[in-house]
Structure formats: C-alpha cells, structure tokens
T-cell receptor, first 114, second 113 residues
Framework: QKEVEQDPGPLSVPEGAIVSLNCTYS??????FMWYRQYSRKGPELLMYTYSSGNKEDGRFTAQVDKSSKYISLFIRDSQPSDSATYLC??????????????FGKGTKLTVNP | ETGVTQSPTHLIKTRGQQVTLRCSSQSGHNTVSWYQQALGQGPQFIFQYYREEENGRGNFPPRFSGLQFPNYSSELNVNALELDDSALYLC????????????FGPGTRLLVL
C-alpha cells in the first residue's frame, strides 16, 4: 500500500462547477497537509497548507483534513478554465530541524471546460 | 524578493554519464529540498540540505548526491546515469521555522538516452 493514494483522474468539469479532489493516507505520523497546483511543464505552486484536522478556506478554495479517517480534500468553488492543472496533495510528519520532507500523491489532472 | 531558480531548464545525457543540476533558493531561505518527478507521477523526495548538511534522504541510491553552499544555493549530482533517471528534477526552498513550507522552482527536465 502506498503511503498516499490519489486518484489520477482525469477529471473534466464545466465552468462554474464545484470540484472535489481527495487523498487518503496510511501514515499516522503525517501532521502537515498541503495542496499544490502544477501547470504543464512548471513546478508545483502551493495552494493550501493545513496543520490540524478541520477546514481552511482561501477564496474559492477550501481544504479539509480528517485525521481520524486519514482523508484530505480540496474543494474548488465556481471553477474556472484557468483552474485546469494537475492538483497534488502532499503531507509530512513533524521534522527534527530543517523543513518538512513531503510525500506526494500522484496528482489529479483537472480540466475545466468553458 | 526573488523566487527559486533552477538551471539548466533542459538537459539530454546518455546512459553512464554524470550530471549536475543547480538551484538558487528564495531570498532568506536556508533549507533546500530536491525531488524527482517522473512523468505522470507525483514528486519523490530525494534529500534535503539544511545549513549546508544533508538533513534527511529518501529512497535513492548513493549515486544521487548533493551540496549546499554558504549562500544556501544547492547542487544535485547524479553519477552513472540510468534510463529511469529521466524525469523533472525539482528544487524547493524554505525557511526552517515552525510550520513554514516549501516553494518550488520550475524544475530541470533531464532526458537520459
């Protein structure tokens, strides 16, 4: 079993739809949870960063973490064609010095059609 | 404030050769992490450098090595290249304080023939 599981899609939705992206994980040591957006041939761009269970909202994006179920979600409201990209979930345990060593899912490719 | 930069952007090598990839961290960041992203996969952690020392390593063989310099820039070296080393190599920098996270560069795309 992989540490982080993410459905690679592809996912295709009409403009304005609500998008739900999900990851599950198996390592109870994971404490930090992130969502990155990656456009084709670019590096990942941080969208959301959460530390604990619960919801975090930033504009049209909402990140949800359920540690009891080992399940995280990203919701995109009023999706736009510019949201078309690959969305990567990433997570990390608490580290001793330095920064988090991220474990990524495979990424979900999203297309928002005008 | 400048972001993370990487060079070169693209590189073609043949099997058995050696390659060096470079990364300049974002201004004020003291930690650099390297990731390998194969086509259609998520990035995989190679190793991290913090204050010029290796600070954690993923499941990569010793032919993957690195350096961090006093200005916090970093190099990734890969010896004895194999076809499976073809991937996008990503560098991420961060400031190693509580609950900070990493900002990625655009990557170097390596093709091994």
């Amino acid at each position: 079993q992989k540490e982080v599981e993410q459905d690679p899609g592809p996912l295709s939705v009409p403009e304005g739809a609500i998008v739900s992206l999900n990851c599950t994980y198996s390592n109870s040591a994971f404490q930090y949870f992130m969502w990155y957006r990656q456009y084709s041939r670019k590096g990942p761009e941080l969208l959301m960063y959460t530390y604990s269970s619960g919801n975090k909202e930033d504009g049209r994006f909402t990140a949800q973490v359920d540690k009891s179920s080992k399940y995280i979600s990203l919701f995109i409201r009023d999706s736009q064609p510019s949201d078309s990209a690959t969305y990567l979930c990433a997570m990390s345990p608490i580290t001793q010095g330095g920064s988090e060593k991220l474990v990524f899912g495979k990424g979900t490719k999203l297309t928002v059609n005008p | 404030e400048t972001g993370v930069t990487q060079s070169p952007t693209h590189l073609i090598k043949t099997r058995g050769q050696q390659v060096t990839l470079r990364c300049s961290s974002q201004s004020g960041h003291n930690t650099v992490s390297w990731y390998q992203q194969a086509l259609g996969q998520g990035p995989q952690f190679i190793f991290q450098y913090y204050r010029e020392e290796e600070n954690g390593r993923g499941n990569f063989p010793p032919r993957f090595s690195g350096l961090q310099f006093p200005n916090y820039s970093s190099e990734l070296n890969v010896n004895a290249l194999e076809l499976d080393d073809s991937a996008l190599y990503l560098c991420a920098s961060s400031l190693a304080v509580s609950q900070e996270t990493q900002y990625f560069g655009p990557g170097t795309r390596l093709l091994v023939l």
